[in-house]
């Protein structure tokens, strides 16, 4: 074991305070990552305030959370034979999976029947807790590890492996292309990316945000359209729209008006956790033959083809890169929809 030094909440809905705690020696087939910079998803606000805790087996404190990690190699197992030293890399939202079911044998790993290992706020195969990207190394197998864009800056990337594999994995499922409209509900860490990917993949885009505020940037990200949700007029005027509305909402809305806005076939795709159950009315599905689907991060495979996707495109994240003393700083303007439009740690600074 080793040290490493990082951020945790030490108890369920604590300001996150320096920490210093183990991580495991690497094994044959282990990377070591120096972390450069790790995104902050709405995800680490949800697990550190405890708020999934009717879906979750556990929450595991003190919690080290991040898990959008971009680093260099700087040691690496003696069977290693995918990565070398001084290489740029990425970690996601998982460091492992059982490796035998359908899924993970399919490359779902996210999906995984058996196991999937959670970058932080789960435990490994041995029980021991895992702690995520807000920290200053971590070790993880070559097989959940990801090769980086070479041309594009290590910090506007490093939110493509949560933020932008969430949004990339259910455009390509639900086949956005050339003459299908898209709807990206919510323009914040997740939704500024599906706008940047949706127009990439060359369909039509349009936002629907709680105001107009950010309506200059959803036209510069890529947008062709871009609505209120707050006037009422949105929901009558696009009623009916859309091949695919991908709502990646954190709060509790009205599902059944952004049913309505699809067309007939329609999917409705959730990637937004919300806290709470959210009803469903039957006639929002039954009378356009309308689809109510979720989607979870992507697997291994999936992920390398949308960051390579993006280092060909040239895509890369919006960031505002912080030091790690302004953690909680940023989480309450996280909350408040006041960041364009992902937080970025530079871990120079721990
Ligand atoms: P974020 O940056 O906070 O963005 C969420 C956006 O939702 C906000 O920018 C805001 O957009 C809109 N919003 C917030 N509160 C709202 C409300 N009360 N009513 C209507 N709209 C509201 O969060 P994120 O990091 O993108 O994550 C979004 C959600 O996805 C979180 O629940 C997160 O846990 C989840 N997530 C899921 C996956 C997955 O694999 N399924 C992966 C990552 C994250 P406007 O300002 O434009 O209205
Ligand atoms: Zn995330
Ligand atoms: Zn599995």
């Not at 490493?4 to 990377?31: C, I, N, Q």
């Not at 690496?76 to 995918?82: A, E, L, N, R």
């Not at 490796?99 to 058996?114: A, F, M």
């Not at 895992?130 to 290590?154: F, H, K, W």
């Amino acid at each position: 074991m080793s040290k490493s030094k990082g951020y945790a909440a030490l108890t369920a809905r604590a300001a996150l305070v320096p920490y210093t705690f183990e991580r495991r020696e690497p094994r044959a087939h282990d990377v070591v990552i120096e972390i450069k910079y790790c995104g902050i998803c709405h995800t680490d606000i949800h697990q550190v305030r405890s708020e999934w805790n009717d879906y979750l087996p556990e929450s595991i404190f003190p919690m080290v959370p991040g898990h959008e990690i971009a680093g260099v190699v700087t040691a690496t197992g003696s069977g290693v034979t995918k990565y070398k030293v001084g290489d740029k890399v990425g970690v996601g939202c998982f460091v492992d999976s059982c490796r035998t079911c359908p899924e993970c044998k399919s490359g779902l790993e996210q999906y995984c029947t058996v196991h999937t290992v959670w970058t932080y706020n789960a435990r490994d195969h041995e029980g021991v807790p895992t702690c995520g990207g807000y920290s200053d190394r971590i070790v993880v197998d070559e097989n959940y590890v990801l090769r980086m864009p070479q041309a594009l800056p290590l910090d506007a990337c490093a939110p493509l492996l949560c933020a932008g594999i969430t949004l990339y994995s259910p455009l390509r499922y639900w086949q956005a292309g050339p003459g299908k409209k898209v709807a990206i509900v919510g323009l914040g860490g997740l939704g500024h990316m599906g706008v940047k990917l949706t127009h990439a993949l060359g369909a039509e885009v349009t936002v629907l945000s709680q105001s107009l505020k950010k309506q200059a940037d959803g036209k510069r990200l890529g947008a062709d359209h871009f609505y209120a949700t707050s006037d009422p007029e949105t929901f009558a005027r696009l009623k009916g729209s859309f091949d695919l509305v991908i709502n990646t909402v954190s709060a509790e809305i009205d599902w059944n008006q952004y049913l309505a806005l699809l067309k007939v076939g329609g999917t409705m795709v959730l990637v937004g956790l919300p806290e709470k159950n959210i009803p469903v009315g039957a006639f929002a599905l039954t009378g356009a033959r309308r689809t109510l689907a979720g989607s979870q991060i992507g697997g291994i495979r999936e992920t390398q083809e949308m960051l390579d996707f993006c280092g060909k495109h040239g895509i890369t994240c919006d960031v505002e890169v912080i030091p790690i003393q302004k953690i909680n700083e940023a989480y309450e303007r996280v909350l408040k929809s006041d960041v364009r439009y992902r937080f970025v740690i530079d871990m120079a600074s721990l």
